[in-house]
């Protein structure tokens, strides 16, 4: 009896294994099948429930590649590390494992996991854990902000922006628990179709589009496409007031869905008054049943459609394509965006602003999860591939990274922290920006010029120019800065008021101004006289002299020039040591005034260069060898060629600067001629004037002089014109003689209309009437 009832437990139990074998059996089955239909959510929960009925490790490494799937990366890292402790694990699921920890932000434990497992760092090339170091070490100076007013308890990604600044994105909130008919498939925002919500498995309401305009009030987008389930991924082509998305079709029967397609694909149609969708048309490029065709953005510069998709043909996983259309939204074949960008893993979620192109993987390099990438984009092509670093990525989940038409950033993850499954944000600086302008004094642009920004630590700051030609800089907050500016051969700019101490806004714009140096601009002329066979300071010249001095005094960047000259009484070899002593007596005489040696050029010519015809031999009046008895004195601002002058104190504008040498020039005057009663011929006491006029207009390559001629009022109106005319023509010919080129000369003549002093009545002095008898100069730059 005994041996039968053995027996017979011996069978209940044998029973009860099969049972409990076969039940696990199925289970594992159930799950293999799930996680091929994608819906890792319900694989997850099969091959758990299997693990509690048999600890094996097939039932612990397909849970942990589930939560993977899922983006559960601390459940991942937990069923990994049960994984590995089998003997039936190999090195490709410890590098899962490795893997799965930094995802759950488990980097600095990896040297310790390492040393468990019996490895190094080097048995994982595919890790790159120094690379990993390297783009966390490396954080950029921004942080991510909440979008307020968006984001919920649910899943939340995806912007773009309307004309008018509406935002719109994707969203699952609503209802969690029992949706009534609706079945529980999500279209995940990693591009991955599930039966379940990731987070406690709930069912929740399918992915919609939303929107939200500037008052921050939120309103559904409806869409007339016929049995969808879920639509997100919006992207408008702002000037066509269209909008392309992202769809999971699935066909009514009998006033439920009760069948639907595998795969998702693109539509698009026009926005109507009410914000709505309308007219929706499927994308060429869809099919439902074999590939995915989702997250499109509409490049409207370029003309392009960038989209992800499995199609057969690609790097393996979801790659990037674009195609390009017309304006009748008639599209090119797709273009693969080859293995610079695209990997065996996925890409997706793809955007371009200005010479950058963004887009999310999981196969390039990165911090864990799904991380955020830019390229350079040049004329349609892509290089230069690289990870946009912290806090941009995470070790969860970050994509759908844009730039929207009003220059904001943003961004979706999962991260932790967030409200939600998935969340948005906006991208703030944690610094400043300078964007400086430089121009010529036309207005045109300067992009050749040397820059360099100093913080008040003293420590250097990076300034580039961007591809508007401006200089950009990013500025640390509550710091003043010094920014040099300067270009050979011209003023350089420096600017010490650059400050962000209790900045609010978000860029700090400035506008330089380059002037080129006027080198050797001649800016006062005048003449010093000597006795015959003297080289002494006459003093007649002291007052002259005192004037150069006090210039030279008052501006550092005028240097004077001293050009000495004999008459021909005497042979060429003394002249010429005669000219260099008058030329030496100038220096000598400015020295005293603190007037530095070098400051002053001598040139000496002896009788090389007479004013007249007195040569050699030739009969002169005294007073016109006196005329050759002479120093020129020229005060030429900016004279070394191979210096760069600084902007002369009291000029805030360079292009000021020739108002400003004008202003100097002034201060020597343009003499007025005088006349006797009737007569037209130069008095002796004018000549010198003249002759100053005549070195300042040789000089001064730039001037124009006008010359206008005037009588008194005895006389007819009829001959008064004549003489005043006859005035004006005798100063002109004057100077003409003296080398002024006739065209840069202009002469007038008024008669006695335009007297100083009104003697029509007859009751003048003598000395009244003198001042109307006169000849006026002016000059003027070209």
Known sequence: MEKIINTLILALLLSFLTTETYGQARLVRFGDKQYGLENYAKAAK???????????????SKLAKSY???????????????AVSFDASDKNDYSNYLYSAIKAGQLESIDGLLAAGGYQELDFPELDLVGMRELREQTSRVKLVPLQGVNSPGSDFGVSNDKDGSIYFSSDRGQEGDVGSKPAI???????????????????????????????????????????????DPSLAVDKEFIFYTAFVGKNKL??????SNHAGIYYGRIDTNGNITGSKAFPYNDHQAYGVMNPFVDEE????????????????????????DEDFNFSAPINLGPEV????????????GGSFYFSSRGHMGLGGMDVFIADYDNGSFSNIRNMGVPYNSERDDFAFIVAGDGKRYISSDREGGMGLDDIYTIEDLYKILLAKVSDCDGNLITDYISELKASDNSTVNAELNATGHLRAELDPEMDFVLRVSKEGHFSVTDSSISTKGFDGDTLRREYKLAAIPYKTPVYVDIVYYDLDKSDIRNDAEPVLKKIAELMADYNFVDLVVSSHTDSRASDAYNEALSERRADAVRDYLEPYGIARDRITLEWHGEMKLVNNCGDGVPCAETDHQLNRRSELVLEAFSD???????????????????????IAETAGLPTVYFDFDKSNIRQVHRKELERVGVMMKRKGDLKLYIEGHTDQRGSDAYNMGLSERRAQV????????????DRMQHTWFGESRPVNDCSTGDCSGAQHQENRRTELRVSGK
């Open 731 to 742: 100063v002109m010919d004057y100077l003409v003689k003296r080398g002024v080129a006739a």
């Open 641 to 663: 060629l191979n210096k760069d002058y600084e902007l002369p104190e009291g000029i805030e504008d360079p292009c000021e600067l020739p108002a400003f040498l004008e202003s």
């Open 302 to 325: 370029a003309g392009r459609i960038y989209f992800a998709s499995d199609m057969p043909g690609g790097e393996g996983g979801f790659d990037i394509y674009y195609v390009e259309f």
């Open 68 to 82: 993977d799937k899922l983006g559960r990366y601390q459940d991942a890292y937990e069923w990994w590390g049960r």
């Open 342 to 353: 695209n990997t065996p893993e996925n890409e997706s979620h793809p955007s371009r602003n």
């Open 255 to 260: 006033g439920g869905i009760k069948d639907f």
């Open 186 to 232: 999500r279209l995940d925002a990693k591009n991955n179709i599930f039966s379940n919500e990731r987070s406690d498995f709930n069912e929740r309401d399918f992915y919609r589009i939303f929107k939200m305009d500037n008052s921050g009030e939120l309103s559904v987008v409806v869409t007339d496409l016929a049995g969808v389930l879920h639509f997100n």
């Open 46 to 60: 099969a091959y758990k429930d299997a693990y509690s009925r048999r600890a094996t490790y097939e039932n612990a």
